[in-house]
């Protein structure tokens, strides 16, 4: 075989190892909190007319590994996020066990709507092999 | 020596078996951190009363806001807290109280909230009173309501659907999102009820 060919092979041979860990390595998380953090000023920023945006209007969730929603209002007035009215300093933690798409009323945002998506935990080797790819470009976007 | 050692292990040990297992802990609800006291409402009861949190203290308390026409969400969120009620059984259920707040004062009056709830259970309290009462106590929970017109001329109202579960001594606990099963009510209510 030519040189060319057996870097092929090489090649062909690492992306299976890749995907076959990605497909059937058990997938973990160090922590199920998903936190995001409502910064002091927001509100007096938003009141001056800076469209700032905290949290993006769609969160994902994946049942088992990420599935707690973690927000700490920092600002100092309250904010309603979803559900509740958290005060200045307040945390609110909101665990997920189904999985589906809830839309809450959000005052963090400038569209006051935010939307969580729970999906269920990747059990099949595709399932994982997606996962896997999704949060690595998201980690790559932040 | 040996006495004390023998004395702090067996402390130790009452100390574990007192202690309830960790995950029981974990509310299904939403929790807020830190506690602080639930807002005050200044209503009337359908009771005949004032109502006031402060009359259900030492009781564990499930908070919600609605209206008596609402054909979709009351209806549900009623029927769940008077199932929850039930499931826990007749010496705890005692020391739960459910208020029931209208987001439509100018057609609840007390009677036809009394009404209402009563369908669900006969314990349940509801508050009314003048819109601007029920806007302070909308506006101190972070409730939102609107009016949608119907194509009759009357028209309904989407509102927040949360309950809130405020526990024995006043503390705004926790908040459970409209949809969950009372299973999950009865969870979160045993964790609150053992204070």
Not at chain 1, 83 to 89: F, Y
Not at chain 1, 129 to 138: S, T
Request: hydrophobic share 45%.
């Amino acid at each position: 075989m030519s040189r060319r060919g057996w870097i092929l092979l090489a090649a062909l041979a690492i992306v299976l190892a890749a995907l076959g860990w990605a497909g059937f390595a058990p997938v973990e998380a160090t922590t199920h909190e998903q936190a995001f953090d409502i910064p002091k000023g927001t509100w007096a920023r938003r009141r001056a007319g800076d469209l700032v945006e905290i949290l993006p209007d769609r969160i994902r969730l994946t049942l088992g590994l990420n599935d707690v929603l973690l927000i700490r209002n920092h600002d100092d007035v309250p904010q309603v996020f979803g559900p509740t009215i958290m005060m200045p300093g307040q945390s609110f933690r909101l665990p997920f066990e189904r999985a589906a798409s809830y839309q809450f009323v959000c005052s963090a945002h400038a569209s006051g709507q935010l939307t969580i998506d729970v999906e269920p935990r990747p059990e099949t080797p595709w399932a994982r092999i997606h996962w896997r790819a999704r949060h690595f470009l998201e980690n790559l976007e932040r | 020596m040996r006495r004390r050692i023998a004395l702090a292990l067996l402390g130790a040990a009452a100390l574990a078996s007192a202690a309830p297992p960790a995950d029981t802990q974990t509310l299904k609800a939403g929790t807020l951190t830190p506690v602080l006291a639930a807002p005050e409402l200044k209503l009337d009861g359908t009771d005949g009363r004032p109502l006031g949190l402060e009359r259900f203290r030492g009781k564990v308390v499930l908070l919600a806001f609605g209206f008596s026409n609402c054909g979709e969400v009351c209806p549900i969120t009623l029927a769940t807290l008077a199932g929850a009620r039930r499931k826990l059984g007749t010496d705890a259920a005692r020391d739960v109280q459910v208020v029931y707040v209208t987001v439509d004062p100018e057609r609840d009056t007390a009677a036809q909230m009394k009404k209402f709830l009563g369908a669900f259970d006969a314990t349940f309290v509801g508050g009314v009173g003048t819109r601007a009462q029920i806007d302070a106590a909308q506006a101190s929970y972070g409730i939102s309501s609107t009016k949608v017109a119907n194509a009759d001329g009357s028209y309904t109202i989407g509102h927040s659907s949360s309950i809130y579960l405020i526990d024995r001594k006043g503390g705004l606990r926790a908040v459970m999102p409209y949809g969950h099963p009372a299973d999950d009510f009865v969870h979160d209510l045993q964790i609150l009820l053992r204070g």
